[in-house]
């Protein structure tokens, strides 16, 4: 049984930084694309950035130049950097997960995704 556990949320200025993380375990097939959604109120899910077994990423634009996404295979670890915060970036992030690839830089939707972790939550005040 997958499981995905995210880390790192919490409440921020305008302008600042947070760093979140997704430990992953419990698979014998290797993840190759992993992705982070967010939800805010009263809003559907949305794809924020997605990273390939390669290192290949994508961005949804509104975070482009903002936000980096990375992953550690080694420790089996989803990391998202988040700088110059917005108040529009609060919202309940969600790292997921596929055992295929990313199969481009097409970003790919939630369906794609069988694995999902529980959420962090991220306030951005003004």
């Known amino acids: 049984q997958v499981q995905m556990v995210e880390s790192g949320g919490g409440s921020v200025q305008a302008g600042g930084s947070l760093r979140l993380s997704c430990a992953a375990s419990?698979?014998?097939?290797?993840?190759?694309?992993m992705a982070w959604f967010r939800q805010a109120p009263g809003k559907d899910r949305e794809g924020v950035a997605q990273i390939d077994s390669d290192g290949s990423t994508t961005y949804t634009e509104s975070v482009k130049g903002r936000f980096t996404i990375s992953r550690d295979n080694a420790k089996n670890t989803l990391y998202l950097q988040m700088n110059s915060l917005k108040p529009e970036d609060t919202a309940m992030y969600y790292c997921a997960a596929n055992h295929r690839g990313c199969g481009g830089s097409i970003p790919r939707s939630r369906d794609y995704f069988p694995y999902w972790g529980q959420g962090t939550q991220v306030t951005v005040s003004a």
């Open positions: 419990g698979y014998r097939i290797s993840i190759n694309c």
